[in-house]
């Protein structure tokens, strides 16, 4: 498919599609944590999706690349990776899916500071500066309502799912800064999901017993997590960045937590009050001005 210059039809359902699997993903994780241990899971999850992409790029012949520098890059991302889904499902272990993807979807927050000052062409502008205080406000009220939420109201989950969104912020600024942009989506992927599987299940014993209440369920939850969120949700979202602009691409990212907050009542019911509505819509509305594109002049 040609690069395109903005959103169409296709791009709109392709990407409220991802938004949906974004904020389904983090259900998936909540219950799959009740029959395998959360650091366990995501080196298993991770190991099995490295076996996935190793698979997908020998079927459309793409080449694999260790050269020094990219290989370099890639460790570095990778251990990135490892930190953001190690506070990830631990933060989803402590605290409810709601709290956890209200804080997570913070990233946009870290990534523009982080930005303002590494990258010189992304300088912080009142739309975004604006974005960030209503997104960081949502933060704070989240963390801040302290509600019983089901004894799903954690501090260290809420530091964890902060983590988190750090680590992924850091993610998305090394991809643009370091070598590691130099090669595929998949190759990017595929470092990520290695250093992350291999560092991961090797940390899992020091967190307690492997398998908890282990049922058919968890692994079918394992199951779509390696194949359907890693393998196919990452690979097809770097696939779209590669012909929506960027900034349009990110403007759905707003979605994700929206959906996050809807599935974990929906289907985990966990309680939502005014507090937490309150959160959600900040945090969106300031993901949404952080990422919407600059009107040009005379356009």
Known sequence: MDRKDKIDAFGVIALTGFALLSGFNQVIIKLVNGGL?????????????????????????????????????????GLIFTAEFFCLFLALDY????RTTILYYSMPIWLSLAAHFFLPGDRMNRKKALGVALAFTGVAIAILDRGDQGGQASLIGDVFAVLAAIGWAGIALCVRVTPISETSPEMQLFYQVAVSGIILTLLAPFFGPLVR??????????????VVVVTIGFVS???????????????????????????GWAILDEEIGLATIGAILLVAIGIFLINRPRRVRGV
Do not use: E, N
């Open 95 to 98: 605290s409810s899916v709601s």
């Open 237 to 263: 979202w770097f696939w779209l960045m590669t012909i929506y602009p960027a900034s349009g691409v990110a403007s759905f990212s707003f979605l994700s937590p929206i959906f996050g907050v809807f599935f």
């Open 37 to 77: 241990q959360p650091v366990f899971f995501a080196g298993v999850r991770s190991l099995g999706a490295l076996f996935c992409v190793w698979l997908w790029m020998r079927f459309r012949g793409k080449s694999f690349d260790f050269s020094r520098r990219i290989f370099v890059a890639g460790l570095f991302v």
């Open 213 to 226: 209440d282990l049922m058919p369920i968890h692994l079918v939850g394992l199951l779509f997590q390696t």
